[in-house]
């Protein structure tokens, strides 16, 4: 089944505490990117990728970090967590040439 | 660069009443368009999306779309609702070429009432 897998699925840290999402896709899609979803905001961009060791920032990129090694996989590093970066993330990953993104089930995540 | 606004944050409707979900956009160059769903706790589901060709499109769960290009606007729309369409939507376009990015609205949380 073509999916995108996001874990963890809900995280509680605390501030300052490295934390890192991961994100797989099994489509062999070349393009990644990370949103947050926060109340009125919609989805914003954090981070894109077009294809192995590309990436760029988007829209909100302000104390994230990515990494694409692996065309499959995506992380998202937060390397010092602050309460407002409490919110829900979402990984998607299209194929080249695709009209078409698959999102992940989402990451709720809360930073005391 | 390209927006996408959603003036509804929250529409409430009773149960097999229509519903229309407002959507419009501004773009300086071609864009895609796509309605998604997104049911409590859970991911985004592509709902339908207008590439190209006629300007009414059908998606799941019988909802349908029509663009209109004069007016820049993208309106959702479905017959009849039922209580499990409750849920929040958004309309997000994407260019046609040049980047693979998404830009979204920010939302509208439909509520069916019984």
């Known amino acids: 089944e073509a999916q995108v897998t996001q874990n963890p699925r809900y995280l509680i840290t605390v501030t300052g505490k490295k934390l890192t999402v991961t994100c797989s896709q099994n489509?062999?899609?070349?393009?990644m990117s990370w949103y947050r979803q926060d109340p009125g905001l919609g989805l914003r961009q954090i981070y894109y990728?077009?294809?192995?060791?590309?990436?760029d920032k988007g829209d909100v990129p302000e104390g994230y970090k990515v990494s694409r090694k692996e065309k499959r996989n995506f992380p998202l590093i937060l390397e010092s967590p602050s309460p407002n970066q409490t919110s829900l993330y979402f990984c998607?990953?299209?194929?080249?040439?695709?009209?078409?993104?698959?999102f992940g089930q989402g990451t709720r995540l809360t930073v005391v | 660069a390209q927006s996408v606004t959603q003036l509804d944050s929250q529409v409430p409707v009773f149960e097999e009443a229509p519903v229309e979900l407002r959507c419009n956009y501004s773009?300086?160059?071609?864009?895609?368009l796509f309605w998604y769903v997104q049911y409590p706790n859970q991911g985004l589901q592509l709902l339908l999306k207008y590439l190209s060709g006629s300007t009414l499109v059908k998606g799941i769960n019988g909802f349908e779309a029509e663009f209109n290009k004069s007016q820049t606007s993208f309106h959702l729309r479905k017959p009849s609702v039922h209580i499990s369409d409750t849920a929040e939507y958004f309309c997000?376009?994407?260019?046609?070429?040049?980047?693979?990015?998404?830009?979204f609205g920010t939302g509208t949380r439909l509520k069916v009432l019984a």
């Open positions: 990728s077009m294809n192995v060791e590309v990436t």
């Open positions: 489509m062999n899609h070349e393009y």
């Open positions: 997000a376009v994407t260019p046609t070429s040049g980047t693979y990015k998404y830009i």
């Open positions: 998607a990953s299209r194929g080249q040439g695709s009209t078409e993104a698959f």
């Open positions: 773009s300086s160059v071609s864009v895609y």
